[in-house]
């Protein structure tokens, strides 16, 4: 089984870098059961879709803004929980969102991931450029690679929080 | 007075926010496109080494970070007085052209093309790009994803990684290709041709063969007359990666054609209080509001304004295409703002022609592919044609290489004051007393932005990642009457 660990965001707008610092520290354990594969990767739909082809299973690590819980806080869901507010409609004005993505590689038998889950932590700080993650936010490094370590070990088992 | 609002926030790209303010009678009284950009990107380049930032500059934003890196590269070997080998040139350009074929591609497909073959008013749930693999069917949705794996393909193969290349350094390149990888590039190239022509043959079914599309295009609510930029070669031929930018007027007439490093000559910037993003405008005709016309600097810098700004295009099959389109469209300039998405297709048809030319050429696998700098670093520009307009760099450092000043004018700042003035006139014609801002009026105004596929620039990707549109209609008294919403 070939699984794909994903580090999402873009690494010089502060908060949203901790997807990377997540990934990167986990590759650093060396713990990582075989099969697996890191990538980090600061894109969005489609060509996000198109990184997990040939993968069984996937996990996304990426900065959350819920404004519902206080910063730091990690959670983690399947992605077809993650609301699709832009469903049937541009995400942006130059691409479409992950589930659509994913919703065009399904329709063009794409070999895609049965299973993907998202490593959400809480951000504050997305709008300014830098490389520091806040202080909450880095604080959650530890818990976040928990997270994940346990979800790779049980092989989802649909045993996400 | 009442007020419109449309606000697409998005993390993904930044946001902007349409405001409609209408009359105590219900009409249309003025609008106002903002773009609230992130902060503080120049200043976050200074104090670095200067060959780090076309690396760091990429990272603006997830659409175009190849356009990033190339115009970096371009300004990072000015600053050091270097002129990379013709190999290391033309290395980068086929990367380049690899990167148009894909980012083309796309809006075609995803973005422009849901419009055009479902129809602008048909309703959300089929406006997209699933409604238009259902309709066209999935074999060619088949195609936009080889097309795009293709283009990563390269872009790996010479940038070093997929998406966010890195190879780039001040007189050249990191690695050259060798002849194996030469072989893979030129037969994905020679698919890219045929992709490209089949592109063209489906819009020429689709849209062109609609007469109700046709009249949308050709219609005045869509069009502007102002003056175009775009970088052209020796031969006022269309160049997406090297040569003068050539400005001309709304009648075509050519006003010049600048250097990079005269780019502050032709180019100031207008500040309105209303908006984080300045205006750039022609230095030489002067600022005279939105308005459109000879006496406007208000210029535009997308493909459409590319092709009005050049010849012709460098490569015959495109060549016949440039001629079509504008014996079609009724000869040059063409100011129609929806004709951008058809000069798309003829400069896709262009990147792929140029990227097989490039592939054989057989000085591309030589090992030449840097020159050593060897002078004191000071200042440079780099300008290339990004996807969405001329996207120009301008680093000055210290003698050490570190940088002192940053100073960017990306592809859709170059287009602010026309978006401004093309979602205005969208607005003003379709909203009017007694209508009933229906989801369909509400995209053909956004079909007035989207035909410049507008980069809000960033790429930030937290979740939700979502794009939502919001609507309210405010009251004389600036109450909220009624709201329309999607997906908030």
Not at chain 2, 292 to 309: C, F, H, I, Q, W
Not at chain 2, 312 to 330: H, V
Not at chain 2, 404 to 426: D, E, F, P
Not at chain 2, 431 to 453: C, H, P, Q, S, W
Request: with cysteine.
């Amino acid at each position: 089984m070939k699984t794909l660990v994903v580090g999402l965001g873009n690494p010089i707008l502060g908060d949203d870098g901790i997807g990377w610092r997540v990934a990167q520290k986990l590759q650093d354990t060396g713990k990582l059961p075989p099969g697996v594969d890191v990538v980090y990767l600061a894109v969005g739909g489609i060509s996000l879709m198109e990184s997990l082809v040939g993968y069984d299973k996937a996990l996304i690590i990426d900065a959350i803004n819920t404004n519902q819980v206080p910063v730091g806080t990690v959670s983690s869901f399947l992605l077809e929980d993650l609301a699709s507010p832009s469903a049937g409609h541009l995400s942006s004005v130059h691409d479409t969102s992950l589930q659509n993505a994913m919703q065009i590689g399904h329709e063009l038998n794409l070999k895609l991931p049965d299973e993907i889950i998202v490593i959400s932590i809480e951000a504050m700080k997305i709008y300014d450029f830098s490389e520091e993650l806040s202080t909450e936010v880095s604080a959650a490094i530890p818990e976040a690679m928990r997270i994940t370590l346990e979800l790779l070990s049980s092989h989802f088992l649909d045993s996400h929080e | 007075m009442q007020r419109i609002s449309i606000d697409p926030v998005t993390r993904l790209e930044g946001h902007g926010k349409i405001d409609i303010f209408l009359d105590d009678e219900g009409n249309f009284a003025n609008s106002y496109f903002q773009i609230p950009e992130l902060r503080g990107f120049e200043r976050f380049c200074v104090g670095r080494q200067v060959e780090e930032v076309p690396i760091l500059t990429n990272r603006i934003c997830g659409v175009c970070p190849e356009a990033h890196h190339m115009a970096g590269a371009k300004a990072v070997d000015a600053v050091y007085h270097v002129d990379p080998p013709r190999t290391a040139k033309m290395l980068r350009e086929l990367l380049y052209m690899a990167f148009y074929c894909t980012d083309h591609t796309t809006h075609f497909y995803a973005l422009a093309g849901p419009d055009y073959v479902m129809g602008p008013t048909a309703p959300v749930a089929e406006r997209n790009i699933l409604g238009v693999i259902h309709k066209v069917g999935l074999e060619i949705g088949g195609k936009v994803i080889q097309m795009r794996k293709y283009g990563h393909e390269v872009i790996e193969m010479i940038g070093g990684r997929k998406v966010h290349p890195c190879t780039s350094i001040p007189g050249g390149l990191t690695k050259g290709i060798t002849e194996e990888q030469r072989q893979e590039i030129e037969k994905m190239g020679h698919w890219a041709v045929e992709f490209a022509q089949f592109s063209l043959q489906l819009l020429n079914e689709i849209v062109l063969g609609n007469k109700e599309y046709v009249d949308l295009i050709l219609g005045d609510i869509y069009t502007h007359r102002t003056h175009y930029i775009g970088m052209v070669d020796e031969n006022n031929k269309v160049n997406f990666y090297d040569g003068k930018v050539s400005v001309v007027d709304p009648e075509g007439t050519r006003l010049g054609k600048y250097a990079p490093n005269e780019y502050t000559d032709w180019i100031a910037e207008r500040v309105e209080p209303w908006t984080y993003l300045k205006f750039p405008y022609l230095k030489k005709v002067g600022w005279k509001g939105f308005v459109d016309g000879k006496e406007s600097g208000v210029y535009m810098a997308t493909p459409l304004s590319r092709l009005n700004a050049a010849d012709g295009m460098a490569t015959p099959l495109a060549q016949a295409e440039y001629e079509r389109f504008y014996s079609t469209l009724g000869g040059k300039p063409v100011h129609q703002r929806l004709a951008i998405n058809w000069a798309r297709l003829v400069e896709l048809l262009y990147a792929a022609e140029r990227w097989v030319e490039l592939a054989t050429d057989p000085e591309i696998t030589s090992d030449n592919f840097r020159t050593i700098p060897t002078e004191k670093p000071t200042e440079g520009v780099g300008i290339v044609e990004a996807p969405r307009g001329t996207l120009t760099h301008h680093y000055t450092t210290d003698e050490r290489g570190i940088t002192t000043k940053v100073n960017l004018i990306v592809g859709t700042t170059n287009n602010y004051a026309s978006l401004q003035m093309s979602t205005k006139k969208a607005a003003q014609n379709l909203i009017k007393k007694g209508t009933e801002v229906t989801e369909g009026i509400l995209n053909m105004v956004e079909m007035a932005f989207r035909a410049y596929d507008p980069c809000f620039g960033c790429a930030t990707h937290s979740l939700p990642g979502q794009m939502p549109l919001e609507v309210t209609i405010h009251d004389a008294n600036g109450d909220p009457i009624q709201v329309l919403k999607q997906y908030c």
